[in-house]
């Protein structure tokens, strides 16, 4: 399996949106992707759409499909799709919490199979990017790497039984700390602050926060203590999450319903 010369989008929502921003704003030109998605309104300029599968086949070309629909579709829409993929030509997916059996399964005429998870963060390039497969030889691994990791970090995972609780820190994470920032702003509003300063205060203090925990040579618990000096206003604020580890304890709680999530899926796709 050689370098992904032409990746077929087929189903271009929004994780298959922001990937492709991605792409573009990395530079790739624009031909090198196409899009199969009867709903999708328009593709970014030199972003061949195709409307169905006879227009995909009829202009061919691709050497890559990444599935972006949802994972519940897999066994009504894959049996049509087989035309696109065989002889050279990889599937990629980004269906939540399918397995590389039911992949293979899916699509029994395609070389190799490979689970990705990104999140939306991919849009601006800062997305990690989880990766598994079967099929692909060790110079088709490092296209794939290389190919993704454009996109922000790209891991390679060799153990599957972890595919879903990577994909609930990493794949799913953002949605949370999205609602983390949402929470902090109203904090601030249901004690009074103006709801536009909240919302601006919130998404400057979580920016600049990440950003030094992303470079910082200690751990971010380790930050969080150096910030709150013994008895002052910031380790008050500590006691109420830290208190029998109530923040830990709740997002624990939301990683494993979003990892479970993923075995469900998985299962009503059989």
């Known amino acids: 399996m050689g370098q992904i010369n032409h990746l077929l989008i087929i189903g271009c929502g929004n994780m298959g949106g922001a990937m492709l921003a991605g792409w573009l704003a990395a530079g790739l030109d624009p031909a090198r992707f196409s899009i199969l998605d009867p709903a999708l309104e328009s593709a970014p300029d030199g972003v061949a759409l195709y409307r169905d599968v006879a227009q995909a086949e009829a202009t061919g070309g691709h050497d890559a499909v990444l599935l972006g629909f949802k994972p519940q579709q897999l066994s009504a829409l894959a049996p049509g799709l087989q035309s696109l993929t065989g002889e050279g030509v990889a599937v990629y997916s980004l ?40 099929g692909l030889s060790a110079v088709g691994r490092e296209n794939a790497f290389v190919h993704f990791d454009q996109l922000g970090t790209a891991i390679w995972l060799e153990n599957e039984a972890k595919f879903d ?16 920032i949402d929470a902090l702003a109203e904090a601030g509003r249901s004690l009074g602050l103006d709801a536009d300063q909240a919302t601006s205060l919130a998404l400057a203090t979580v ?35 830290d208190d029998d580890k109530a923040l830990v304890e709740l997002l624990t709680k939301t990683l494993k319903a979003t990892a479970e999530r993923g075995t469900q899926l998985s299962a009503s796709a059989d």
């Open 207 to 241: 920016d600049g926060a990440s950003s030094l925990a992303a470079n910082a040579e200690v751990a971010p618990g380790t930050l969080a203590d150096q910030v709150a000096s013994p008895g002052g206003m910031t380790r008050e604020g500590l006691n109420v999450l």
């Open 95 to 134: 269906l939540a919490g399918l397995t590389l059996a039911q992949l293979e399964r899916a699509f029994p005429n395609a070389p190799a199979h490979i689970r990705v998870m990104p999140n939306l963060v991919a849009r601006i390039n800062k997305s990690p990017i989880i990766l598994i497969e079967t």
């Open 165 to 180: 609780l990577v994909t609930a820190l990493a794949g799913s994470g953002p949605g949370f700390v999205y609602r983390f």
